[in-house]
């Protein structure tokens, strides 16, 4: 039991010197200072789905309209495990400053490179909804093909006390 016990708290240790890293700090970078981490579950097994709704055979069946042109393939439907998290807005690495109601994020560092990707479109899926935003910053905390969203573009798809989405996003200019 003591042996347990010994290993338990070895990694526990480990993984909150690994949180309070400072090479995982965000101090000192102008673009993306200001990052909120809120989170509820890292699980992207865990549906947020809403129930399923119940079809009225006596109405017509609703056409289908293309929300936005590129939409994602039904595999990157499938396979929508990027993860989403939200930041406090304000000057974007791409010049300029934006507010918490935009539909703007960080694109992280790895896709982000030199900027080249600023005030590009794109267009996100989560859980059947989808929306177009704009890249504005960088995200370095963001793994590859994550993003931050501004609070508003967050909540177009959850409360904020998710903290944590997963989705798919694609380039539509």
């Not at 016990?5 to 995982?24: G, I």
């Not at 970078?29 to 079809?55: C, E, G, L, Y």
């Not at 293309?66 to 939409?71: D, H, S």
């Not at 935003?133 to 969203?149: H, M, R, S, T, Y």
Request: glycine share 10%; hydrophobic share 35%.
């Amino acid at each position: 039991m003591a042996r347990f016990s010994l290993v338990l708290f070895a990694l526990l240790a480990s993984a909150a010197a690994s949180v309070t890293d400072p090479a995982h700090s965000h101090n000192g970078r102008r673009a993306h200072n200001k990052m909120i981490r809120v989170r509820s579950t890292d699980d992207p097994n865990v549906s947020q789905a809403p129930p399923p709704s119940v079809i009225d055979p006596t109405e017509p069946a609703p056409v289908a309209t293309p929300a936005i042109v590129g939409e994602p393939t039904e595999v990157e439907k499938r396979d929508a495990s990027l993860r989403f998290t939200y930041y406090e807005t304000g000057q974007g690495a791409c010049g300029g400053w934006n507010q918490d109601t935009d539909y703007i994020v960080a694109l992280n560092s790895q896709d982000f490179g030199n900027g080249e990707q600023c005030w590009k479109k794109i267009g996100i899926w989560i859980n059947g909804k989808q929306t177009e935003a704009q890249i504005v910053d960088e995200c370095p905390g963001c793994p590859k093909g994550g993003l931050d969203f501004s609070p508003g573009l967050f909540q177009f798809f959850s409360d904020l006390g998710a903290g944590v989405l997963y989705g798919t996003w694609w380039y539509t200019s």
